[in-house]
């Protein structure tokens, strides 16, 4: 089974930070304000979970692969991922690979420039013909996202990667077929990948001095990725 978690920022300082080893807050000592919060609420949410199902009383060392994306010294513990955008931050943990992300619904002034610099034309046909543009142009952006995260390439695997909106498919080599989960929550737009058929997932949010609770998460139609 997959967790995927989600907490609001003004939940953030409930979480167990004493769960953080010293060297990991030390690190994020240089980071700016804002950076160094969400670096901490996301490092402190996931050694909340690890608690809970592991029982572990601090959260293991970590390591950074060749492209920046974090992981467990440890190949016996989960695959994790997290995401933050506006006032949500979320962690996908399980059987990896995983690749989440999430991305508020922010207007943009300049939508249309933005959208033919980034979308191809069958996506761009695929937005138009969509009843909220908007929500249509993120949820491209976040399918394309949780991907290139799942293989740790980032913005550079761009060019390896095209969609097919009116199919709900995604093509790419860099990472094995699978399928992606799509949700809107709160403003935001959501989606996970997971390989193969994947694994169901529990979708819970941290509630303060309440812990964990279930989230009302609703998935639209999965999506496929395709070599």
């Not at 240089?30 to 402190?44: H, K």
């Not at 995604?170 to 989960?181: C, D, M, T």
Request: glycine share 8%; with cysteine.
């Amino acid at each position: 089974m997959v967790e995927l978690i989600g907490i609001v920022q003004s939940e953030w300082a409930s979480l167990p930070y004493g769960l953080l080893p010293e060297t990991l807050v030390a690190q994020a000592a240089s980071y700016s304000p804002s950076r160094r919060a969400t670096f901490l609420a996301g490092r402190a949410l996931l050694a909340a979970v690890l608690a809970q199902q592991h029982h572990l009383s601090t959260l293991p060392p970590l390591v950074v692969g060749p492209h920046g994306r974090p992981a467990f010294a440890d190949p016996e513990l989960p695959d994790f991922n997290l995401s933050h955008s506006g006032d949500w931050l979320w962690l996908a943990l399980g059987r990896g690979p995983l690749g989440l992300d999430v991305e508020q619904q922010r207007p943009r002034r300049n939508l249309d420039k933005l959208m033919a610099h980034v979308l191809s034309a069958e996506e761009l046909c695929w937005v138009e013909a969509e009843a909220d543009p908007l929500t249509a142009f993120y949820r491209l952006w976040t399918l394309r996202e949780a991907v290139l995260k799942a293989c740790g390439r980032g913005l550079a695997g761009l060019g390896q990667l095209t969609l097919s909106p009116a199919l709900r498919q995604l093509h790419s080599q860099a990472l094995a077929p699978g399928v992606i989960q799509v949700a809107e929550w709160q403003g935001c737009s959501l989606a996970l990948y997971q390989a193969g058929s994947g694994e169901a997932i529990r979708v819970r949010q941290w509630r303060g001095e309440a812990g964990f609770e279930a989230c009302p998460l609703l998935w639209q139609a999965p999506w496929q990725l395709l070599a």
